[in-house]
């Protein structure tokens, strides 16, 4: 056996290598893993407490109290929660009986908050609406026109009358007609 082989016929060389190897992979999945765990889901619990007159008014308000706490504590991390479950417990009862202190506990599934939506794509309809006025008429084809924009583009946001263009008006004033165009931005 040569002066630096291992047993088995290993090299040093070899063996550290493959603990080199073996220690970035390490590395690795552990930063891809604290990527994934900063977004994973996390039980959150707060407290509060609150008095009222009566036991059912206390009650309700500690558990108020303590879900308001989670909503903050959620906020201030990015994060909303859901599948909130509250309780509360008598703590105090006045001695002449004039009211109820309960603290209140809630829990719930916070994550982070989704991204907002962005209005990114620009849409356009044109809509005929008719009435017996001018305004309805234009009212009317408006709405058929937002309402295209908002089946083509999910959600949308900054809608704009574009144009309005005479189509008829029947002679004694009674029925107009006029195309609307409605420009807005939306998610699709």
């Not at 309700?60 to 990015?78: D, E, F, N, V, Y």
């Not at 004039?98 to 982070?112: E, S």
């Not at 309402?147 to 029947?170: E, H, I, P, R």
């Not at 002679?171 to 420009?183: A, E, F, K, L, R």
Request: proline residues 5%.
């Amino acid at each position: 056996m040569a002066q630096h082989d291992e047993p088995y016929g290993r090299s040093r060389r070899g063996s550290l290598a493959g603990r080199l190897l073996m220690l970035v992979a390490l590395v690795a999945t552990g930063i891809g893993l604290d990527a994934a765990a900063a977004h994973a889901d996390t039980w959150r619990t707060a407290t509060g407490s609150a008095w009222g007159q009566t036991q059912a008014s206390a009650s309700a308000a500690a558990q108020t109290s303590a879900r308001t706490a989670l909503t903050q504590t959620a906020a201030q991390l990015g994060e909303v929660c859901t599948d909130v479950t509250s309780s509360a417990t008598l703590a105090y009862t006045v001695p002449s009986g004039g009211g109820y202190v309960y603290n209140g506990t809630a829990t719930g599934l916070c994550a982070p908050a989704p991204p907002p939506p962005s209005y990114t794509v620009p849409r356009t309809a044109t809509a005929r609406g008719q009435a017996s006025t001018y305004s309805v008429a234009v009212q009317n084809g408006g709405a058929a026109a937002r309402a295209s924009v908002l089946a083509a583009g999910g959600d949308c946001t900054g809608f704009q009358t574009t144009g309005v263009t005479y189509v008829y008006a029947a002679p004694d004033g009674s029925w107009y007609i006029y195309d609307v165009t409605v420009s807005a931005l939306c998610v699709h």
